[in-house]
């Protein structure tokens, strides 16, 4: 079993839409929970960060952490082409290693 | 500007001929880290370093050195590169203090050994 695991898609969803993307980690003692965008040939980017059950909202995007069921999930109000990109899952123990996921490809579709 | 600073940006080298790619970062972060991102495969950590003078192996060291003389610089050396480690690099740097910060990104350098 991979240590993150996300579906590596493409998720295709129609502009306005709600995209929503899922991460599931094997560590019970992970921490911290990041999603990161990825542009094609860019560099991952930080948009949500996350450590406590429940929800946290910035903005169009909302991530969501269930530690009991190891997913964290990240959902995008209203999607935009502008949103189509690569969306990494990285989860931090207590050791400060970050995993990374493989990444969802999100394509959005005007 | 805060910033993680890669170069080259692209590279062509052919086997065996020792290279260096290097980073920076102004943001006074005391943990760099260097990835290395393959189709299929995400992001894989090659070496960290917690601080000056403190580095360590990630998931995939082999045919890798690094060093950390200074806070700012985490340079990563192929002393004898091979196609197999023709790939996607990326430095990061993060500020222990402060994890909600995450990792800032390097814009990475796309290397072809041939």
């Known amino acids: 079993q991979k240590e993150v695991e996300q579906n590596s898609g493409p998720l295709s969803v129609p502009e306005g839409a709600i995209a929503s993307l899922n991460c599931t980690y094997s560590d019970r003692g992970s921490q911290s929970f990041f999603w990161y965008r990825q542009y094609s040939g860019k560099s991952p980017e930080l948009i949500m960060f996350i450590y406590s059950n429940g929800d946290k909202e910035d903005g169009r995007f909302t991530a969501q952490l269930n530690k009991a069921s190891q997913y964290v999930s990240l959902l995008i109000r209203d999607s935009q082409p502008s949103d189509s990109a690569t969306y990494l899952c990285?989860?931090?123990?207590?050791?400060?290693?970050?995993?990374f996921g493989t990444g969802t490809r999100l394509k959005v579709l005007a | 500007e805060a910033q993680v600073t890669q170069n080259p940006r692209y590279l062509i080298t052919v086997t065996g001929k020792k290279l260096t790619v290097t980073c920076s970062q102004n943001m006074n972060h005391e943990y760099m880290s260097w990835y290395r991102q393959d189709p299929g495969l995400g992001l894989r950590q090659i070496y960290y370093?917690?601080?000056?003078?403190?580095?360590d192996k990630g998931d995939v060291p082999e045919g890798y050195k690094v060093s950390r003389k200074e806070k700012r610089n985490f340079p990563l050396i192929l002393e004898s590169p091979s196609p197999n480690q023709t790939s996607l690099y990326f430095c990061?740097?993060?500020?222990?203090?402060?994890?909600?910060?995450?990792?800032?990104f390097g814009s990475g350098t796309r290397l072809t050994v041939v």
């Open positions: 990061a740097s993060s500020l222990f203090t402060d994890r909600r910060l995450g990792y800032t």
């Open positions: 370093s917690m601080n000056v003078e403190v580095t």
């Open positions: 990285a989860v931090v123990g207590g050791t400060y290693k970050y995993i």
